[in-house]
């Protein structure tokens, strides 16, 4: 007898837990502001650096120099990569990123309008270290000089 007592016990208590879960699980409140954002939607502004890139092409040199600020998106994202080692490789991503568009784009160099041409770039560059870093959501090209010198 004890021991169909204690089964049923035993059985009652997980069914209670299997289907009582729903109510004793604790809900997130509605938030009370709707501008009101969590951490992990913000977006964090890392600026790289300037960047100094001598490109040597078939028949010319490619020199670059540009400015670039990354945006991650949430907290712990940001905190992962702002060490100096995290922020060691996102600068190489970025600068591989860049030399591939340099050997791709012929026309990297030429001038074009400022802001669709900056506009242009940043796009893809942020979609070259999404690749390698997805919480990487976007950039902005504060500076972007080009200069072709001929080939000796």
Do not use: W
Not at 37 to 61: A, E, V
Not at 104 to 128: C, F, G, M, W, Y
């Amino acid at each position: 007898m004890k021991y169909l007592i204690l089964i049923m016990c035993v059985i009652g208590a997980g069914a209670l837990g299997y289907f009582g879960e729903g109510y004793l699980r604790p809900v997130r409140a509605a938030k009370s502001d709707p501008n009101a954002s969590d951490k992990q939607d913000l977006l964090f502004n890392m600026p790289l650096g300037k960047f100094t890139m001598q490109i040597t092409q078939n028949r010319k040199i490619l020199h670059l120099v540009f400015d670039l600020d990354v945006y991650i998106m949430g907290a712990s994202a940001f905190q992962s990569l702002n060490g100096a080692v995290g922020r060691a490789r996102l600068r190489d991503a970025t600068v591989t990123a860049i030399s591939e568009l340099a050997e791709t784009d012929p026309n990297l160099a030429q001038p074009h309008e400022a802001e669709a041409r900056q506009a242009e770039l940043t796009s893809q560059i942020v979609r070259k270290l999404y690749v390698t870093f997805p919480s990487v959501r976007t950039a902005r090209l504060n500076s972007f000089h080009a200069n072709v010198t001929a080939r000796e």
